[in-house]
C-alpha cells in the first residue's frame, strides 16, 4: 500500500471525513420542539449574534416619524417687508407732492390734472392705482386719508417709525402661530412715538399688515434630517447568549419569530453551519497538503509519512470527542483534561518539528469546536488557547533532546504550563470560580501533561516497529556503545571500532555542514564495517603485533576477503533487524570502487584479469548520508596511514580522495552538489586538523629520546 499512487488522495479524503464527522454535531445548530402560544419548559439562549431586521426597520421608521419639522429663518423677508413699507409711504408722499397723477384714461391728448386740484377722494384712488392689489384691499381707506392729510413731515416720521418697528420684529423668528403676537409687539413699539393719533392709528396699520411669519417649514431639510435618524440607527441585534423566552415564560408571536430567526426551531434546518465547516476542512487539508506533497520524496515516503499523521491525529481527534462525551454531565470543562500534546510530540518525534506546530493550531481548533457545549457559541476560545500553547510548549521543550527521559521531563513541563494557561485564563475573565473548581482545573491541567508523555511513550514502539520509522530516538539508542553489535567490534575488532567513531565524527561534522542528517550519518557510521567482525584480522587496523595474513594469501583472495566485508556487514545487519538505512550503509559505503592495492599486486604478477573483478559489487551510495560516509571513511584511513600529517598536506589528500570519486563515478547517484562537496572537504579539512594537531613533547620524553640516542 505504501507504493500506491493514489493512496495519498485516500488519506487525504479520509482525514477530511473524520474531521468533518467528529465536529459535526458540534456545529450542529440545537433545534427546539416548540410551538405557538404555549409555554416553553427552559430558558433559550441566543446561540449566536443575529441582526433582527424586522426589528431594525420598525426601529428605523419609528426614529424618522419622530423627528421634528424643520423650519428655517428666511432673513430676506425682513428686507423685502421694509421695502414693502418704504414703497408704500413713498407712493403716499409721491401723490401728496404731485409726482404721481389721475391716469389718463381719455387718452394721451388729455391734460394731466395736478394733485392740487383733486380731491382726497381722487387722491386715495389714484394711490390705490400705484399700489398693488393685495395692499389696496388691506388696508384701509381711512388710513390712507390720514397719511394724505397729514403733513410731509408727519409721514416721513411715520416711515421712518414703521421700518424700524418692521425691521426689529421680522430679525426674530415668526411662526405662523405667532402672527398676531408679533404683530401686537410691532404696534407697541410704535407706541413710544410722538406721531399725531390718526397718524400713528394709519402707520401702526400699515406696519401690523407688513409683518408676515418668517419662520417657514422647510420640507427637503426636514426630510434629510429624518433619512440621517433612520440612518444613524444601528441594527438590531440579538446577541450572543441574549434570553430569549425564559422558563415558564409563553411563546409569543414575537418569541417565535425570533427562535425562527436565530434557527432554533426544528422546521428549519440550516446549512450555513456545515457549508463553513467544510471550508474551514479545506484550509486545514490545504496546509496539509502544501507540507506534504513539497516534499521531494517518492510516493512511498510520502505516503508513510502521510500514513503515520492520519492515524496520530485520528487517535488524538478521537481521545478528544470520547473525552467530550462527559460533558452531558453538566461539567463543561473536561476539556482541560484532554491530552492534547501527545499528538503534537509524536508528530514532532517520528516526522517534523514544523508539521507538529501545524498540527498544534489543527488540534486547537478542532478542541475549541468539540467542547463548545455549555457555552453560547461554537467556539470555546479558552479551550482552544489552553491546547494551543500546551502543545507547543511540549514541542518545544523537546528541541533536539529526544531521548524517553525527556519524553516524561516534557509532560511535567506542559503539565506546569497548563497551569500557568488556566491561572491566566481566569484571571482575564475575572472568573468567580470557587477554590474547589480552580484546584479542579489544575488537577486536570496536571493529569493532560503526564497522561500525554505517558501516552507519547506508550505508543512510540509500535509507531516506530509497525512504520519501521528510524526516529531520532532509535538513532539515540542505537548509538548506545553497550549495544550488543557495538560490544562486538569494540571486543573482536578494536581497531574497527575506533576508525569508526573517527569516521562518525567525520560524517556528522560534513553532513550537519550541508544540511544533511548528520545524526543518521554518525550513527550509521558505528555499524558501517560490523562486517570486519566476521575476519577481523584481515584488516590493517586491527593487525596489532601479528603478521599481515596477506602477505600469504593471493590478491584474488585477499579481494575477496576485503570486499566481502560489505556483503557479510549488510547481512549481519538484517539478522539482527537493523534499520534499512543501517544496511544500506553498510552496502554501499565503497560503491563500486577499485581495491586498487591488490589489483596493482595482481597485475605485477602477471595475472590476466580485469578492473570489474577487483570492484566492490556496490550499489553506488544513493543519499547524500552514504555518499559523505564514504568519503570520510577513505579519508580517515588515508590520513591514518602518513607519517606526519599537516595541514596542507590534509587538504590535498581530502581533494584528491574527492576528485577520485567524482572521475571514478562514485557519486554519480547520489544528490551532492559540487557546492556540497566543496562544504564536505572544507569541513573534513577543519575536523581532520583538530584531530592531528601537533603536540609539543614533554622534557622526560625529550630526555629519554637523547639517553636513547
Known sequence: MKSYRFLHIILYTLLSIVI???????????????????????????????EDEVATVSKREEAYDNVQDVYTLRKEYSDNQVKLVTSIFDSILDVKEGKITKSDEEGDEGEKEASESLSLDEQVEVLKENLTPEIAEKISEEALKNLLTASVEDVELSKDAVVTAVNKVMNEEIPVEQLNKAKDNMAEDLQVSSLPTAVLNAATEIGRFAIIPNYIYDREATLEKRKQAADSVQPVQIKQGTIIVEENELISREVYRKLELVGLLKDKEPYKPFVG????ILLI?????????????????????????????????????????FQQIDYTHTGYIVPASMGAILVKLLLNERLAILTSIIFAICGSVIFNEGITGTFNFPVGIYYLIGCLAGILFLGKHNLRSKILQAGLFVALINIIVITSLLLIQNSTATNFEIGSYFVMAGVSGLSASVLTIGFMPFFETGFNI?????????????????????TEAPGTYHHSVMVANLSEAACEAIGANGLLARVGAYYHDIG????????????????NPHDKLSPQLSKNIIINHATDGAEMLRKHKMPKEFIDIAEQHHGTSLLKFFYYKAKEKGDQLTEEEFRYPGPKPQTKEIAVISIADSVEAAVRSMA??????IVKLVKSIISDRLQDGQL?????????????????????????????????ITKQKVKQA
Open 470 to 490: 528510524l526516529s531520532t530516538m532509535k538513532l539515540i539508542e542505537l548509538s548506545n556503545p553497550n549495544h550488543p553489535l557495538l560490544r562486538k567490534i569494540l
Open 20 to 50: 468533518f464527522f467528529t465536529l459535526y454535531t458540534n456545529v450542529r445548530p440545537e433545534t427546539l420542539d416548540v410551538k405557538l402560544l404555549e409555554i416553553s419548559d427552559q430558558t433559550i439562549y441566543a446561540p449566536n449574534t443575529y
Open 285 to 325: 487539508l490545504g496546509a496539509l497538503v502544501s507540507y506534504f506533497e513539497r516534499q521531494d520524496r517518492p510516493f512511498e515516503g510520502k505516503n508513510k509519512s502521510l500514513l503515520l499523521y492520519c492515524l496520530i491525529f485520528a487517535i488524538t481527534i478521537a481521545l478528544m470527542k470520547i473525552i467530550s462525551l
Open 644 to 649: 606526519n600529517p599537516s595541514p596542507e598536506k
Open 277 to 280: 465547516l467544510a471550508i474551514m
Open 668 to 700: 554519480d547517484q547520489c544528490d551532492l552538489t559540487l557546492k556540497e562537496l566543496d562544504i564536505v572537504a572544507t569541513t573534513l579539512c577543519e575536523t581532520l586538523k583538530g584531530i592531528f594537531h601537533s603536540r609539543i613533547e614533554y622534557p622526560e
Open 532 to 547: 570486519k567482525t566476521k575476519r577481523p584480522r584481515y584488516f590493517i587496523e586491527n593487525q596489532m603485533h601479528i603478521d
